[in-house]
């Protein structure tokens, strides 16, 4: 066996099944698991995706950015990881672009984001 095949058979293991189609522009929650000491609790992260990168592997993970209070916070999450619990689309949209990054410095081109009926 070479790296390739053996690679991709330990993917195929390890991969998630139950993630759904995410595309930049939708508006997404990811419940995640925290473990703090000898406790675990569980945490949502809802916001815009910002990039979506290696879609389909072991590395597939999303940059998610909401605004808390005044301050806008990005956070990335690596979907196949075993602390991800659960994903959800909850609006879609259209996007003419592969990544989002114009949407840190304006405040005027979110607006070109379409929202789509789900």
């Known amino acids: ?10 993917e195929s293991f390890q991969c998630k099944k139950n993630i759904p189609n995410i595309a930049p522009g939708y508006v ?3 419940s995640e698991r925290i473990i703090e000491g000898k406790k675990s609790r569980i945490q949502k992260f809802q916001g815009m995706v910002i990039s979506n990168k290696h879609p389909n592997r072991l590395t597939h993970n999303v940059l998610l950015r ?3 209070d005044e ?4 956070k990335r999450f690596f979907l196949h990881s075993p602390l991800i619990e ?6 879609l949209a259209s996007a003419r672009r592969a990544n989002l990054y114009y ?3 304006s405040k005027g081109l979110a607006e070109k984001i379409r929202r789509l009926k789900k």
Do not use: G, P, Y
């Open 86 to 91: 659960d994903i959800s689309v909850d609006k």
């Open 103 to 105: 949407l840190r410095e």
């Open 66 to 68: 909401k605004k808390i």
């Open 71 to 74: 301050f806008w916070v990005e």
């Open 1 to 10: 066996m070479n790296k390739v095949s053996i690679v991709s058979f330990v």
């Open 28 to 30: 997404i929650t990811v």
